[in-house]
């Protein structure tokens, strides 16, 4: 019995010292790790990952084009130099197309969709789901997305007579939960004052996750041997039943009916319908990644933004007047033309996505062996590699003073003058995010309609600076968002 229970013990020591001794036999410059933690031993407790990745970013960018952490017991490529991003981003995209995301479709049909998909799979997927993002159809959502900012105004309105200081997170993911559950499910909720309402709740278990499910997440992250041995998905059970009954009824009720509807719930009826044919849980689960991946990117963008233009008086100032001068020439309307010709507000949005990345870090995975140019190294098939955002846009060799938020930095003279490749919030090539265009508009109809009616001020309990919550899944101020509104 000893025997066996020393050689199980001996076998578990030479699986893990092979694990964290990956890195050295590469050759690639590295972070330490130990099990069961890895390098990432504070992340999810004490920091966040961005913030553990931009420290280490910030260590090894002099040094390296690439260097290795241990992300728990995953062996992972975090990369500092912006040649080597382009290239494994667009020139050898068909080698990194993937996200190196373990899938198990049995375990929850939700994950099926186009972030979770690779291969071929993805590929048609993509091609099927792309038409549905033109700025054709932009515009067509954009009464949509614009009735549903005046109701947050109208709700912040009556809030605003009781007390001036809100803590403006849950607004703005209420507001851009409210407007992806009208797009992609076609429903009318009501969340603002409702935090409890069934998308909020549904919204609250993909974000802010409990220290198991942080758990659990990073099991899948780590090892898909792991996770699919015990079955194991990102969604509680309760958020896929959630989301596979409220296609299931919706579409019904549709083609029940014969409603439609301008939103993306119907276009992807429409596919289902053509000759290129779109299965139920094709519909339940991209229907689920807009959502999941529309409400708190956008949510994000308005929350730091705001954050900002309150602590820069003169910046929010000179945003206004354009707002302003641009609305007078359309008599006062909000529309999709009226946002294009806001040049200001475009660069308030850039500057906001540098300072604070909505996706702070982006994966990829690589199919084949790759040497990186111009060095001796070499990715094996296989690797998990991380595009550290956060760290990359607040890199003082392409941004001076990167702490300072200036939206100047995104005149187009000044950014002529960066480098390619520094400034990706929405990444590049292939799997560029294919929301883009709709995360930009719902953001700036929001802002545009906000600022026109209240200046936003720091408050008591706004914390300068921000620190982002450890356990929060994306860049999240710990303990909210807290600002001052003054009605005009
Ligand atoms: C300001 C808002 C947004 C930001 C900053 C953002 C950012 C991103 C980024 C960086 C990626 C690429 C991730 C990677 O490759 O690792 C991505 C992918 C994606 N985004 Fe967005 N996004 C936003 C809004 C939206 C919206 C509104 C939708 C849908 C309605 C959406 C749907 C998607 C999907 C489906 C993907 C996966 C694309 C693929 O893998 O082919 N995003 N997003």
Same mark, same amino acid.
């Given at each position: 019995?000893?025997?066996?229970?020393?050689?199980?013990?001996?076998?578990?020591?030479?699986?893990?010292?092979?694990?964290?001794?990956?890195?050295?036999?590469?050759?690639?410059?590295?972070?330490?790790?130990?099990?069961?933690?890895?390098?990432?031993?504070?992340?999810?407790?004490?920091?966040?990952?961005?913030?553990?990745?931009?420290?280490?970013?910030?260590?090894?960018?002099?040094?390296?084009?690439?260097?290795?952490?241990?992300?728990?017991?995953?062996?992972?490529?975090?990369?500092?130099?912006?040649?080597?991003?382009?290239?494994?981003?667009?020139? $050898?995209?068909?080698?990194?197309?993937?996200?190196?995301?373990?899938?198990?479709?049995?375990?929850?049909?939700?994950?099926?969709?186009?972030?979770?998909? $690779?291969?071929?799979?993805?590929?048609?997927?993509?091609?099927?789901?792309?038409?549905?993002?033109?700025?054709?159809?932009?515009?067509?959502?954009?009464?949509?997305?614009?009735?549903?900012?005046?109701?947050?105004?109208?709700?912040?309105?009556?809030?605003?007579?009781?007390?001036?200081?809100?803590?403006?997170? =849950?607004?703005?993911? $209420?507001?851009?939960?409210?407007?992806?559950?009208?797009?992609?499910?076609?429903?009318?909720?009501?969340?603002?004052?409702?935090?409890?309402?069934?998308?909020?709740?549904?919204?609250?278990?993909?974000?802010?996750?409990?220290?198991?499910?942080?758990?659990?997440?990073?099991?899948?992250?780590?090892?898909?041997?792991?996770?699919?041995?015990?079955?194991?998905?990102?969604?509680?059970?309760?958020?896929?039943?959630?989301?596979?009954?409220?296609?299931? =009824?919706?579409?019904?009720?549709?083609?029940?009916?014969?409603?439609?509807?301008?939103?993306?719930?119907?276009?992807?009826?429409?596919?289902?319908?053509?000759?290129?044919?779109?299965?139920?849980?094709?519909?339940?689960?991209?229907?689920?990644?807009?959502?999941?991946?529309?409400?708190?990117?956008?949510?994000?963008?308005?929350?730091?933004?705001?954050?900002?233009?309150?602590?820069?008086?003169?910046?929010?100032?000179?945003?206004?007047?354009?707002?302003?001068?641009?609305?007078?020439?359309?008599?006062?309307?909000?529309?999709?033309?009226?946002?294009?010709?806001?040049?200001?507000?475009?660069?308030?949005?850039?500057?906001?996505?540098?300072?604070?990345?909505?996706?702070?870090?982006?994966?990829?995975?690589?199919?084949?062996?790759?040497?990186?140019?111009?060095?001796?190294?070499?990715?094996?098939?296989?690797?998990?590699?991380?595009?550290?955002?956060?760290?990359?846009?607040?890199?003082?060799?392409?941004? =001076?003073?990167?702490?300072?938020?200036?939206?100047?930095?995104?005149?187009?003279?000044?950014?002529?003058?960066?480098?390619?490749?520094?400034?990706?919030?929405?990444?590049?090539?292939?799997?560029?995010?294919?929301?883009?265009?709709?995360?930009?508009?719902?953001?700036?109809?929001?802002?545009?309609?906000?600022?026109?009616?209240?200046?936003?001020?720091?408050?008591?309990?706004?914390?300068?600076?921000?620190?982002?919550?450890?356990?929060? $899944?994306?860049?999240?101020?710990?303990?909210?968002?807290?600002?001052?509104?003054?009605?005009?």
């Amino acid at each position: 019995m000893f025997l066996y229970l020393a050689a199980i013990l001996f076998l578990f020591y030479i699986w893990i010292k092979s694990i964290f001794t990956y890195w050295e036999k590469l050759g690639f410059p590295y972070v330490p790790g130990k099990f069961p933690l890895g390098s990432t031993t504070n992340v999810g407790r004490t920091e966040h990952m961005s913030t553990f990745l931009t420290r280490e970013y910030n260590n090894f960018k002099h040094k390296t084009p690439a260097f290795g952490i241990y992300h728990m017991l995953r062996p992972t490529l975090v990369l500092t130099d912006p040649e080597l991003i382009k290239e494994i981003l667009v020139k $050898s995209f068909d080698n990194f197309h993937s996200h190196g995301i373990a899938i198990n479709e049995k375990a929850d049909p939700l994950n099926g969709n186009l972030f979770f998909k $690779s291969g071929q799979e993805w590929k048609d997927l993509r091609a099927k789901l792309s038409p549905t993002f033109t700025s054709g159809r932009m515009k067509m959502m954009f009464p949509l997305v614009s009735t549903i900012a005046d109701d947050m105004i109208e709700y912040l309105k009556d809030i605003v007579e009781k007390s001036d200081t809100h803590e403006m997170k =849950e607004i703005y993911s $209420s507001f851009t939960t409210e407007v992806i559950a009208s797009v992609a499910f076609g429903l009318d909720t009501k969340c603002h004052g409702n935090p409890n309402n069934d998308f909020r709740r549904m919204a609250r278990s993909i974000f802010e996750p409990t220290a198991m499910e942080n758990i659990k997440n990073l099991i899948i992250i780590s090892s898909e041997r792991i996770s699919k041995l015990f079955n194991m998905s990102f969604n509680r059970q309760e958020t896929t039943d959630f989301f596979l009954r409220i296609v299931r =009824e919706n579409l019904e009720y549709r083609e029940k009916n014969n409603v439609k509807r301008n939103d993306f719930f119907q276009l992807l009826i429409n596919i289902k319908n053509s000759e290129i044919g779109m299965t139920f849980n094709e519909i339940a689960a991209n229907s689920f990644v807009f959502f999941a991946a529309g409400f708190e990117t956008s949510s994000s963008v308005m929350t730091f933004s705001t954050y900002e233009l309150a602590l820069n008086q003169d910046i929010q100032d000179r945003l206004r007047s354009e707002i302003h001068e641009v609305l007078e020439k359309y008599n006062g309307e909000v529309s999709y033309d009226a946002i294009k010709e806001m040049k200001y507000l475009d660069m308030v949005f850039k500057e906001t996505l540098r300072r604070y990345p909505a996706l702070d870090n982006q994966n990829r995975k690589s199919t084949h062996d790759f040497k990186i140019p111009n060095s001796k190294l070499i990715i094996p098939a296989g690797t998990n590699i991380i595009i550290p955002v956060h760290g990359l846009h607040n890199d003082e060799r392409f941004y =001076e003073n990167p702490e300072k938020f200036d939206p100047e930095r995104f005149s187009e003279e000044n950014i002529k003058k960066r480098p390619s490749f520094v400034y990706i919030p929405f990444s590049e090539g292939g799997r560029m995010c294919i929301g883009y265009r709709f995360g930009t508009m719902e953001s700036k109809v929001g802002l545009i309609k906000l600022l026109s009616v209240f200046r936003i001020l720091p408050s008591e309990k706004t914390s300068i600076p921000i620190q982002f919550s450890p356990t929060a $899944s994306l860049q999240t101020p710990l303990g909210g968002m807290w600002l001052k509104l003054q009605r005009l």
